[in-house]
């Protein structure tokens, strides 16, 4: 079985307005596979079904071949998705180290223990550092969460996400509201942290998708119109006019 | 600890450190919640109450001899129940968080005080049911029959508690509670049950504060439904958010404060409960984060040598304050010894004097120290206000 994430007819809707019309979508393993299209095409949606978030209204997603749908969040993250928030959503009021740590705790099989002593863990504050270290906040890893600038903000959404060794990852817009530099960073970091790891990601930048992307799939208005490689997806025709196009022209 | 009963002996100061001791386990049991996992609670007295009802029970069980347990470990029976009803209670409560949370615990609290009015036999109506802590043979000389032994073994109860309830913060599931008070969608999405983080966090709770509820029963020798009532969990709120839940040692300080107010002045006036509505009212409005968080705030100004910048303000503002409280404690003793005595005793004591509660003058001495100390109290407080912004200023410069 080489596909990580299948979604297989999956439609969304909120009232009668349908954000999602059916989405046939498959996602090999240790590709990185990037979801693109204009605003409001249902690219957020899309991760909020597939991590559980919201319960599909038709459809199966399935997560290396087994089908995850109408499960809770937790219970998708335990088979191994992580998912990160287009607003950054930490522990505010801990520290970096905590952030992560906690993230670590129930794939090391801490779970609910009472009868452990986090500072004893040598396993899970290993791991911690590490991710720390992978992430470059090491030198902030005492200070609170809340009081970090944004790109470090960003560079631990990420760190929460992948602390926990999932291997399917979902970045929804890792780059967002970041300069050039921190973007190339951001990128970079992107490529270390999926490394040998199934990678989706919604996207804007699409210098950041050409750069990471070995797939990408284009959504508008909930229903996907092309998923090809990025070569055949900047000359297909179809995406040109409903969402290159559009960018170009304005 | 050990010595403070050796050097205060007379039974008043050792009612209140026992009831502090009792105090202390429920208030931390009861920010185990509020402070550790974001749950208000209006129902924390069902867990400490039933404990209470439960060992009651046990000790006269065991007095009849139907079976045999120590009074050093019937805090446990009362333990156990708690923790028994936190599984079935804890269960529906801890669905949901924030409001629906509260609201439901109040339900809950509601509903146990309700089935002591329809359930005598257990709960013993109005009289409650009372019992003799004194049973069986004496153990290395300890019977339990003087207050100074059962003083001991509260203290005991309490470090005991105190200590595990800190190593319990300092656990997986401890900083989860934590994670998912703070951001619980996020903790869903690393693989916690939030509903599950917060149902064990109040079972352990409940566990605490029967504990305490047992050691309630072995103080008091009598448990009646006020153990249960709202009245009792309004006070451990209370007395959690006057000593600050966001610091493990705030609900100790908390208990401490609050049990001086309650016994200690009760002891002095009838308005004592009128005094510690107003000191909630002001933590609230001005120390929102409670006693705790004032001695904390202090912590990085002494380390950077700056408290001398405070000593005058702070003189200032004890000195002013005390002619404010002075003015405020007098125009309520007053008011109340005029509501309820000027017919038949309108003479009256107050800090030495002596004077006739229908005369103006008194009436005019209090309100004149109120307003007097009020406008007086402005200028301190603008003064520690001044001290405090140059205080953090210089911090800034120097962290920079």
Redesign the interface.
């Known amino acids: 079985m080489s596909t990580a994430i299948e979604l297989r007819g999956v439609m969304k809707s909120f009232g009668n307005t349908a954000i999602i019309r059916g989405v046939d979508l498959a996602v090999a393993r240790g590709e990185r596979h990037a979801i693109i299209g204009p605003n409001g095409a249902g690219k957020s949606t899309l991760f909020n079904l597939i991590?559980g978030?919201y319960p599909v209204s038709g459809g199966d997603i399935l997560l290396n071949g087994e089908s995850v749908t109408g499960l809770?969040?937790?219970e998708i993250?335990?088979r191994g998705l992580?998912?990160s928030?287009q607003i950054t959503?930490?522990?505010?009021?801990?520290s970096v180290f905590?952030n992560i740590?906690?993230?670590v705790?129930?794939?090391l099989g801490?779970?609910?223990?009472?009868?452990?002593?986090?500072?004893g863990?040598k396993d899970a504050n290993l791991r911690a550092e590490e991710v720390m270290e992978s992430i470059g906040l090491k030198r902030r890893r005492d200070t609170s969460a809340g009081v970090l600038s944004y790109a470090e903000q960003r560079a631990l959404e990420i760190g929460?996400t992948i602390?926990?060794g999932a291997d399917v990852i979902l970045l929804d817009e890792p780059t967002a509201g970041m300069s050039r530099t921190e973007t190339a960073d951001a990128v970079e970091l992107i490529r270390k942290v999926s490394q040998d790891k199934t990678l989706i990601m919604v996207e804007h930048d699409m210098g950041v998708v050409f750069d990471l992307a070995n797939r990408i799939s284009v959504l508008v208005y909930g229903e996907i119109i092309a998923s090809d490689m990025p070569g055949n997806i900047r000359g297909n025709k179809a995406v040109q006019e409903a969402y290159l196009g559009t960018e170009a022209a304005a | 600890m050990i010595v403070l009963p050796l050097i205060f002996t007379e039974g008043f100061t050792l009612t209140l450190m026992s009831q502090i001791g009792i105090g202390v386990i429920f208030a931390l049991s009861y920010n185990m919640l509020l402070g550790q996992g974001g749950m208000l609670s209006f129902g924390h007295a069902v867990y400490s109450g039933l404990g209470a009802y439960f060992s009651v029970h046990a000790l006269n069980l065991i007095a009849k001899g139907s079976f045999f347990f120590p009074v050093t470990l019937l805090p446990l029976v009362g333990g156990t129940a708690g923790l028994v009803f936190g599984v079935i209670f804890g269960y529906v409560t801890t669905k949901k968080s924030g409001t629906t949370f509260a609201m439901i615990s109040l339900g809950i609290g509601e509903m146990v005080f309700a089935c002591s009015l329809m359930f005598p036999g257990f709960f013993g109506g109005e009289g409650g049911i009372t019992t003799n802590r004194v049973i069986g043979q004496p153990f290395l000389g300890i019977t339990y029959g003087p207050a100074i032994q059962v003083y001991y073994l509260i203290m005991a109860w309490a470090l005991a508690c105190m200590a595990a309830m800190f190593a319990w913060t300092q656990t997986p599931l401890g900083r989860m509670a934590n994670a998912v008070r703070d951001n619980p969608e996020r903790a869903e999405f690393i693989g916690y049950d939030t509903h599950m983080v917060r149902f064990l966090t109040l079972v352990l709770s409940s566990f605490f504060a029967g504990i305490a509820g047992g050691l309630n029963c072995i103080s008091y020798e009598i448990v009646t439904a006020e153990n249960v009532g709202a009245v009792r969990s309004g006070g451990v709120l209370l007395a959690t958010f006057i000593g600050g839940a966001g610091f493990f040692f705030g609900p100790i300080l908390g208990s401490i404060v609050f049990f001086i107010m309650v016994i200690a002045v009760g002891a002095l006036t009838k308005a004592w409960l009128f005094y510690l509505g107003i000191l909630f009212l002001l933590m609230v409005l001005y120390a929102p984060g409670g006693f705790a968080s004032l001695i904390v705030m202090h912590l990085p100004v002494m380390k950077e040598r700056l408290m001398n910048r405070l000593w005058l303000p702070y003189a200032a503002t004890l000195t002013t304050g005390a002619v404010l409280l002075a003015g405020l404690v007098s125009v309520v003793e007053i008011t109340y010894h005029y509501s309820l005595e000027s017919n038949t005793a309108p003479q009256m004591k107050l800090s030495g004097f002596e004077f006739d509660v229908t005369d103006a003058l008194p009436w005019a001495v209090a309100l004149g120290l109120l307003v007097g100390g009020f406008i007086v109290s402005r200028f301190a407080w603008k003064a520690v206000g001044q001290a405090w912004a140059g205080i953090i200023h210089t911090l800034q410069e120097r962290s920079a």
């Open positions: 991590s978030r809770k969040p937790f993250n335990r992580s998912r928030f959503n930490i522990f505010q009021r801990m905590e740590r906690c993230a705790l129930w794939s801490y779970k609910y223990s009472f009868w452990h002593r986090l500072g863990l929460v602390a926990g």
